[in-house]
């Protein structure tokens, strides 16, 4: 079973930093992509931050320059993604999913691709 276990996540004070890490696991292939969206109470879910397997990091206008989306030795060697987030804000609170496309096959010659969700992780801001 594929599945991305998040962590990272809890309560922090405006101007504080927090990392996220998210983990894909299972019969996975290819990893294509994997980034972060989060939802706010009331609020429709919403891009933060992805990155491709060319290491191309993708951010939402709110978070450019103040969060970071990382992977080391590429996404295919290890399937995880962090997510460093600074100078946090009280409208950063949010739960945080982690998002993958995955090519869900034991072998690259057969495709099966399939978008995966995280759990989530809870991230308040608050003073």
């Not at 930093?17 to 939802?39: E, H, K, N, P, T």
């Not at 995880?80 to 998002?99: F, G, I, Q, R, W």
């Amino acid at each position: 079973q594929v599945q991305l276990v998040e962590s990272g996540g809890g309560l922090v004070q405006p101007g504080g930093s927090l990392r996220l890490s998210c983990v894909a696991s299972g019969r996975i292939s290819d990893v294509y992509a994997m980034g972060w969206y989060r939802q706010g109470a009331g609020q429709q879910r919403e891009l933060v931050a992805s990155i491709n397997r060319n290491s191309i990091p993708l951010y939402a206008d709110f978070a450019q320059g103040r969060f970071a989306i990382s992977e080391i030795s590429g996404l295919n060697a290890r399937k995880t993604v962090h997510l460093e987030m600074n100078s946090l804000k009280p409208e950063d609170t949010a739960v945080y999913y982690c998002n993958a496309d995955l090519n869900v096959t034991a072998s690259s010659s057969e495709l099966r691709i399939r978008t995966t969700w995280g759990q989530g992780t809870q991230v308040i801001v608050s003073s």
